[in-house]
């Protein structure tokens, strides 16, 4: 049976097969002129009554497409209403539309896929209850997600609770809420930039960048560090971390942040670079050094890079107060251990004040493929510059800008 339809809009949800509506309209010669202007189709058919007196019609006609133009009337207003996109019409023009005529115009839903969010219709337009036009109509239904961006301590804890769900939702596990705290309520660098997707009240999208302190030319450098993304899996085929990401930096930008950087894994990585416009440096390796074996590397001056604040006390200060983790430095140089070796987070120059008799994990780039036998794992560092001053400039990448989670 029909169901009489008479609002703006449908959920997905609530659309059944059977549900039908209509539009009518009395065709006029004003319509058939506009419709021409629009569309370039000024066949004299419907423009010239001499021409069409003379054709098989006998009078002008309307064109075809013009009473299909009435199926998008109706996906657009009714079912399944604004915001729904065109994906198919097929169609068949069974009988001609004369000036005067009344057209009716009926959809009918066939099919309903929730998970792909296409909806496929029957579509029949009507002349005195005779089919002029008839086909098949195929609508696409985007998520319209309530969004909301924060930059604010306060107003994020709000949503702690259901930040922690989507976490172990989307990863199997729980967040350290520590950590969580750590990262975004301790850090003294300022508020982190956190976008939030919701359909109705269910969060279902997280992406978040949080303030980190570089050093250029003894000027600080205000920038932001990528963090966890989190898209529920039932949403993750249209596009919301790319739309949150874009969103974030938009506003990063705003506040005068000059520029996002993160260590992408190799899963994530072509998104970054390919959706993102992130430049990345996929050929870093972290490799397993004796402590005769890192006096043997070549020394590298860093003066003109871009490059960790560790001259700033409190962003040194917090960077090493991470929940679980025990940091020390070393003349030049911070260190953490890890799984009996360390792991030299923040390289100096000078290697000879490390102890002798332990082994040493350093981040290395591409410049150093002599020590590619020593790789314990591969390494992909990206950024994206909101300040085109800092263009060609070079990063001093260090393990202390990457192990925040």
């Not at 938009?250 to 996002?260: D, I, N």
């Not at 894994?265 to 490799?287: H, T």
């Amino acid at each position: 049976m029909s169901k009489s339809l008479v609002f703006n809009k449908i959920p997905l949800e609530e659309i059944e097969i059977g549900m039908s509506v209509s539009y009518s309209q009395t065709i006029t010669d004003s319509d058939i002129k506009s419709f021409a202007g629009l569309s370039g189709d000024r066949n004299p058919v419907h423009l010239d009554e001499n021409y069409a007196k003379n054709s098989r019609f006998k009078n002008r006609i309307a064109h075809g497409m013009m009473t299909a133009s009435y199926f998008s009337a109706l996906f657009g207003t009714k079912i399944p209403g604004e915001g729904c996109v065109y994906t198919h019409q097929s169609l068949n023009f069974k009988r001609p539309v004369y000036i005067n005529d009344t057209v009716e115009a009926i959809v009918t839903v066939t099919e309903v896929d929730i998970e792909k969010r296409k909806v496929r219709f029957k579509t029949v337009c009507k002349v005195d209850n005779k089919i002029v036009t008839d086909g098949e109509a195929e609508l696409y239904v985007p998520i319209e997600f309530k969004k909301i961006m924060i930059n604010d301590k306060n107003e994020l804890l709000k949503y702690k609770t259901q930040i922690l769900e989507l976490f172990e939702h989307s990863f199997g596990t729980q967040m350290d809420e520590k950590l969580w705290n750590w990262a975004y309520i301790d850090n003294p660098n300022g508020n982190p930039i956190i976008s939030l997707y919701f359909d109705d009240e269910r969060l279902v999208g997280h992406y978040a960048v949080i303030p980190i302190k570089f050093i250029h030319n003894q000027q600080n450098l205000n920038a932001v560090l990528s963090m966890t993304t989190m898209v529920d899996s039932t949403y993750r085929k249209y596009g919301v971390f790319i739309e949150q990401a874009n969103e974030v930096y938009h506003k990063a930008s705003e506040l005068g942040y000059k520029f996002v950087c993160g260590f992408p894994n190799k899963k994530s990585a072509p998104g970054f670079k390919k959706r993102l416009d992130w430049i990345l440096e996929e050929d870093l390796y972290v490799a397993n050094f004796s402590y005769d074996e890192l006096q043997q590397i070549e020394k590298k001056s860093y003066l003109n890079a871009i490059s960790f604040n560790t001259e700033d006390k409190e962003n040194l200060k917090w960077r090493l107060g991470k929940p679980n983790q025990n940091y020390f430095k070393k003349s030049n140089h911070i260190l953490k251990e890890f799984e009996g070796n360390f792991d030299i987070v923040f390289s100096g120059i000078d290697f000879t004040n490390l102890e002798r008799d332990k082994k040493y994990n350093l981040l290395l780039d591409h410049s150093l493929v002599e020590y590619l036998d020593k790789k314990e794992f591969d390494y992909i560092f990206g950024y994206r510059l909101f300040d085109a001053s800092l263009d060609g400039i070079e990063f001093k990448k260090d393990l202390i800008m990457s192990d925040v989670f």
